[in-house]
């Protein structure tokens, strides 16, 4: 069982920057990927940006630019920098984890941007 737990999110106006993190602990395995989702209310949770253990990393094409991910293997640790937010950017941020063929999720942190 893997636990996860996200931190960072919050308000700020368009422009601004936040970084997200999330701590993984429980029984972690070295081959992973673990990466960034967001939702809002009606819509599909979307891919904002992973990481795989070798450090390859993917991103939406609307955070290209903006946002990095990255990782601290010795933490167990990813973040996500991101920057020149916009309004549309406003959304419940999730952390996955996936290793063994198996996804762990966190419980999500609001991050909302005003205009």
């Known amino acids: 069982q893997v636990h996860l737990v996200e931190s960072g999110g919050g308000l700020v106006q368009a422009g601004g920057s936040l970084r997200l993190s999330c701590a993984a602990s429980g029984i972690i395995f070295s081959i992973y990927v673990m990466g960034w989702y967001r939702q809002v209310p009606g819509k599909q949770r979307e891919l904002v940006a992973r990481i795989q253990n070798t450090g390859f990393t993917n991103y939406a094409d609307s955070v290209k630019g903006r946002f990095t991910i990255s990782r601290d293997d010795a933490k167990n640790t990813v973040y996500l920098q991101m920057n020149r937010l916009q309004p549309e950017d406003s959304a419940v941020y999730y952390c996955?984890?996936?290793?063994?063929?198996?996804?762990?999720w966190g419980q999500g942190t609001q991050v909302t941007v005003s205009s």
């Open positions: 996955n984890r996936n290793q063994e063929g198996r996804d762990y």
